[in-house]
Each structure stands twice: as structure tokens, then as C-alpha cells.
């Protein structure tokens, strides 16, 4: 049995670039994105919940972020745990619902925002050429099993590697683009 296989080696590709952008998406500019606060946990009912399986977060504003809580008794928890979450945000409590404004980034902390980009991307990158080794190897111990011929291990090797570089565009691309949005905005 070949233990080569292009379609797992191009999902793991793929995964890495998509967990790249999941990792972009966490990262502040001066835009509101529910997606900021998925990194919180709140301490309700005895135990540490993630916000959202206590509240609904929705940005109803390009700079501002609104928190529904589902039970009241619930409220001054999640708060707390929005502030405590080192995200630099100041929740304002109106009701059963928080509003957080997004406040404007300094100079330095959109050059940090920029290169904290720039490492997730090459994080990626690494954990792309890391498959691409892998399916390296598979192919060279597939050769040495007779189950493929040199010309078709040359072949495959060539395949991997436009796959390498194509999800490595992939991630340079996205991280290119958050730098662009933190810097401008």
C-alpha cells in the first residue's frame, strides 16, 4: 500500500492556511469583529464557559461590539471577563447588554498588530513545508518499496511542491492583507 496521498497532504495545506486566517481574524484593528472575542472565557454557574455559550456577540457598528447575555445574574461575569482577557477593551454595561466600544490604535501597537501577523504567517508556512516533507518522504519510501518508479516519484515530487508553493502564496497573501488593514486603518 502506497503510503503517499496527494489529497491528505493538499488538506493539511489547506488546513494550515485556514487556521492562518482564523488566527488574522483574532488579530484588533480599529474595526470591530465578533471574532475578537472568541479567545474570552467567562466564570459562570462554578465552571470557565466560553462567551459564546453565554452570550451573543454582534458588532451593530464598524467600531463597536455588542454583548447580549442570556441571564442576567450572568452580566457583571462576562464583563469581568472581557476585561480580564488583555484584550484593551473597556466593556459598558447597559442593561443585559455590553457594549465595547473599539478604541483607536497607537502607532506602536499597529507596527506590533503587523509583525504579530507576519509571525502567525510564518507559523503557517512552517507547518506547510513540514507536510510537504512529509510527502517527500512518503514518496522516496514508496520508490524504495518498488510500489512506484523514479519518473513517477519525480513526478509527484514536483506536484507537491507546486502545492507548497501555491498554499505558501496563499498564506504571504493573507498575511499581507491584515498588515495592510491594520496599518491603514
Do not use: C, F
Not at 5 to 11: A, G
Amino acid at each position: 500500500m502506497a503510503k503517499y496521498d496527494k489529497s491528505d497532504i493538499e488538506r493539511r495545506m489547506q488546513g494550515a492556511v485556514e487556521s492562518l486566517k482564523g488566527d488574522l481574524a483574532g488579530l484588533r484593528t480599529g474595526r470591530a469583529n465578533t471574532s475578537l472575542l472568541d479567545p474570552v472565557v467567562v466564570e459562570v454557574y462554578g465552571s470557565m464557559m466560553p462567551l459564546n455559550q453565554v452570550a451573543t456577540v454582534s458588532a451593530p457598528e464598524p467600531r463597536m461590539l455588542s454583548v447580549q447575555v442570556w441571564d442576567k445574574s450572568n452580566v457583571s461575569a462576562v464583563e469581568k471577563g472581557i476585561a480580564h482577557a488583555n484584550l484593551g477593551l473597556n466593556p459598558m454595561q447597559d442593561g443585559q447588554t455590553l457594549r465595547i466600544p473599539m478604541p483607536d490604535l497607537t502607532e506602536e501597537r499597529r507596527k506590533d498588530l503587523a509583525k504579530l501577523a507576519g509571525k502567525y504567517a510564518e507559523g503557517a508556512k512552517i507547518a506547510i513545508r513540514n507536510v510537504r516533507r512529509d510527502g517527500m518522504e512518503a514518496l522516496k519510501e514508496d520508490e524504495k518499496k518498488k510500489e512506484i518508479s523514479e519518473d513517477d516519484r519525480k513526478r509527484s515530487e514536483d506536484e507537491v511542491q507546486k502545492l507548497t508553493d501555491k498554499y505558501t502564496a496563499e498564506a504571504d497573501a493573507a498575511a499581507e492583507a491584515k498588515e495592510k488593514e491594520i496599518m491603514t486603518q
